[in-house]
């Protein structure tokens, strides 16, 4: 059984049994999105902020071939430094639980353990989408596919540039996944509030989310929703010269003929180094600001 593969931190357990708010985290922006030790500080302060408003973190790794549903500061230093970190999504599970590997988990991979585990809401920076140019490559993150089955909400801040954003938002159309901006009517670029599409509904509080998240349970509705809340205005960066940036870091991708799960982590450091840094500010503030609201909502939803 799925439970014989997990480890549920007894804080974790005890909230969950209790119907207190959980609000779980992924562990690739850990290991493979961020650099040391920045992504070990973002993590802690991500974990402070849901503490605060009263809900208990739950970051998702796998460690040796078990899966860790929360984590310990040390686990956590460990997926962050460690080497040979393997990223899991959905077709990954069975080899490295099997082999008893490191693990991070990604959008897709956390949102399986985060439903076993029996929790609803997952907060993140970015989620995978549609490749620019998917019509040939076939490139569509697994992120999607686990979007249209699993049953968790996932609070994000949009959809990056380096993917067809409107390519991606027609594909979640497609798998019935319920996509809602959150204080804005513009679906946000991640490093920008405003990406040029806007998204059908939109909330305004915790109160109306957890509304609609109830609706979707109550109902049986298989499948995750997408939250999708802007970059903090301070933090934000101009879209037009994003598009440059991870343009050039697009074509440099092409030219090393790197592919499949290593293109995201390679965009990510690049467009970081052309953007002298200021892209992880911008990271690192978001996912704070995901993390406010996304725990805000799992204490309404927990009500
Ligand atoms: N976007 C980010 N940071 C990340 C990721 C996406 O800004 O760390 C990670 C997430 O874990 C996401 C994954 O689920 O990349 C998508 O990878 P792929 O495109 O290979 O499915
Ligand atoms: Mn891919």
């Given at each position: ?27 690739t922006i850990i290991s ?37 549903v929360g984590i310990t ?52 920076g970015g989620i995978g ?175």
């Amino acid at each position: 059984m799925f439970k014989d593969y997990m480890d549920i931190k007894p804080e974790v357990a005890e909230a969950l049994s209790a119907g207190k708010p959980v609000v779980a985290l992924e562990s690739t922006i850990i290991s493979h999105g961020m650099p040391y030790p920045k992504n070990v500080e973002t993590a802690r302060a991500v974990e402070n902020v849901i503490r605060e408003n009263g809900a208990v973190p739950a970051t998702i790794a796998i460690i040796k071939g078990r899966i860790k549903v929360g984590i310990t500061d040390e686990e956590l230093e460990y997926i962050a430094t460690a080497k040979n970190v393997a990223k899991v999504s959905r077709r990954d599970y069975p080899i490295v639980l099997s082999q008893q590997m490191d693990g991070a988990t990604t959008v897709a991979g956390t949102m399986i353990a985060a439903e076993a585990a029996g929790i609803r809401l997952f907060v993140t920076g970015g989620i995978g989408g549609v490749h620019r140019g998917a019509a040939e490559s076939h490139d569509i993150s697994a992120d999607l596919e686990e979007l249209k089955t699993t049953d968790v909400v996932v609070v994000c801040a949009g959809v990056k540039s380096i993917l067809d954003i409107g390519g991606t938002l027609e594909y979640l159309e497609t798998a019935g996944v319920p996509v809602v901006t959150y204080g804005t009517d513009d679906f946000p670029a991640f490093y920008s509030s405003k990406s040029g599409f806007k998204a059908e509904y939109r909330f305004d509080d915790p109160k109306q989310a957890a509304a609609a998240i109830r609706a979707k349970y109550d109902m049986g509705l298989r499948g995750g929703m997408l939250i999708a809340c802007p970059v903090p205005e301070k933090y934000e960066m101009p879209f037009d010269e994003m598009e440059k940036i991870i343009g050039q870091a697009l074509r440099e991708c092409d030219e090393k003929g790197i592919s499949g799960k290593r293109i995201t982590p390679f965009i990510l450091d690049r467009v970081k180094q052309l953007t002298g840094g200021e892209s992880l500010e911008a990271n690192i503030h978001l996912v704070l600001n995901n993390a406010d609201i996304g725990s805000k909502i799992a204490a309404d939803l927990s009500k």
